[in-house]
């Protein structure tokens, strides 16, 4: 496997870093802190619809991570812009990201 960089994403969009996203940068040039952790649970919202403005599900990815509260949130308020698309979440394992597609239909 290489690590030369090859565009899959034109944003990742990650939720609350709670650890070295570095290896994210081999995916997309613009990564997108949406919450950096010290918002009250009472502002989560509207940060985080805030941050979502650009998110584009054709063309984008979603790091959750960070507080339960605020991946909660990103879910609920992605499931209703857009409702019944497939969105790309990039799971952490072993150093480097997976990227899983899923709607949320179960």
Not at 67 to 91: D, H, Q
């Amino acid at each position: 496997m290489t690590d030369e960089f090859v565009e899959r994403f034109k944003n990742i969009f990650v939720v609350e870093p709670s650890h070295d996203i570095s290896p994210l940068s081999k995916h997309s040039n613009n990564l997108k802190v949406m919450t950096v952790g010290n918002e009250s649970v009472a502002d989560l919202y509207d940060v985080i619809i805030k941050s979502l403005e650009t998110f584009d599900p054709s063309t984008d990815a979603l790091i959750p991570m960070g507080r339960n509260t605020a991946n909660l949130i990103t879910g609920v308020i992605l499931s209703k812009l857009f409702p019944g698309r497939e969105i790309t979440i990039g799971i952490y394992n072993q150093g480097s990201y997976i990227f899983l597609e899923g709607n949320g239909n179960v």
